[in-house]
């Protein structure tokens, strides 16, 4: 393995394993894999030194396996959050791996379930606020499933925490996972008599939410319904897909250092899950969403129908920030500038399910 101190690291999960980009200047790319063969890798998370990776085989299900050399040696110890007999639910798989405060490993399961560790991966504790809730009973799977997808830690804080979960919505705790509210207020809900969800009403869609760079107390989301903004305390969300293409879309990812700066990819609608006119564009807006840029420079201009899933779009820390974005057909795009070009540096990948990256260290 050739990752050096210093390189920038994109994790790509595909379909059919996980493969390892490192740049040391994000113009030349080097891939190692695929690691997991054959196995679908939802998600993959680093620190820039330990690599954690979410990898189900079909007659086993889902382990989190963890290594210290950039795959090209995993632990032997496997794990796997579970629940307990008692619930009688099992996990099919685990979607979102996160690091938060203290060192605490999180992850985010199928059905959906709120999992931590804290010691690297190795053992797994059921966050029973949010998995024992008595509401659980009335929740109902979307098309995608019943998953938690979205994990947001507050920096600083570890009392405070922001998860979602597809057909659900979006929860919030303020004492450590002990008890969990509902923050669905505003959100546009067409099949719906009133047209709109309140604060406490099941059945959301939230697609990916994200934190702003500078402001943590404010999210951003890619729903089903629309693209909104939320800082804590307000009593809804605020649309803010004005200026959009589509106001649906799955993936989101946030500036790593710019306030109000977040990055989304529209799709056509619902019922045709592409991109649209056949021709892909990211958009970013740098105003907390009153606007968005279009940014298609070195994308294709006609007869692409891609898909981004998601977990399909992630930003780097460098400055400028590079972003990162995954397809359905196999494509990786990257930009070093922030989004203004981009570059595919691998385009025959197995379909790609998530996108995140790190620097090692």
């Not at 008692?86 to 996990?91: H, W």
């Not at 879309?249 to 649209?276: C, I, K, Q, W």
Request: proline letters at 6%.
């Amino acid at each position: 393995m050739s990752v050096k101190k210093g390189d920038t690291v994109v994790l790509a999960g595909t379909k059919k394993g996980l493969f390892v980009l490192h740049s040391r200047d994000r113009r030349r790319w080097k891939s190692e894999g695929p690691y997991f063969e054959g196995m679908p890798i939802y998600h993959a998370t680093s620190d820039g030194k330990t690599l954690h990776a979410s990898a189900t085989n079909d007659h086993w299900g889902p382990a989190v396996r963890r290594s210290t050399s950039w795959g090209a040696r995993w632990a032997k110890d496997e794990s796997a959050p579970a629940y307990a007999k008692a619930t009688g639910l099992s996990v099919e798989r685990v979607w979102n791996l996160t690091r938060g405060e203290e060192g605490t490993l999180y992850a985010g399961v199928e059905p959906a379930g709120l999992f931590a560790s804290r010691d690297d991966g190795k053992t797994w504790q059921s966050v029973e606020g949010f998995n024992a809730q008595k509401a659980r009973k009335d929740w109902m799977p979307g098309g995608g499933g019943l998953c938690l997808h979205t994990i947001l830690p507050y920096p600083g804080d570890a009392r405070r925490m922001v998860v979602a979960a597809s057909a659900v919505g979006i929860f919030g705790t303020n004492d450590a996972g002990t008890s969990w509210r509902l923050m669905n207020g505003g959100i546009a809900a067409p099949f719906l008599p009133a047209g709109k969800t309140d604060e406490t009403m099941l059945g959301s869609c939230p697609h990916k939410l994200v934190r702003d760079a500078r402001d943590p107390a404010l999210l951003y989301m890619q729903n089903h319904a629309g693209v909104y903004k939320r800082r804590r305390g307000d009593a809804a969300w605020t649309p803010i897909m004005k200026g959009l293409p589509s106001p649906f879309g799955f993936p989101m990812a946030a500036h790593p250092h710019d306030a109000g700066t977040v990055y989304t990819m529209p799709l056509e609608s619902d019922m045709n899950r592409v991109t649209g006119g056949g021709a892909p564009a990211v958009y970013r807006t740098r105003d907390e969403g009153k606007s968005w840029t279009r940014l298609a420079k070195g994308w294709p201009k006609e007869s692409a129908w891609l898909t981004v899933l998601r977990e399909g779009m992630a930003t780097d820390g460098k400055d400028p920030a590079g972003v990162y974005v995954g397809t359905t057909t196999g494509q990786l795009y990257a930009s070093r500038d922030e989004g203004d070009s981009w570059k595919c540096i691998a385009q025959t990948l197995p379909p790609v399910l998530s996108v995140s990256t790190t620097v090692a260290r």
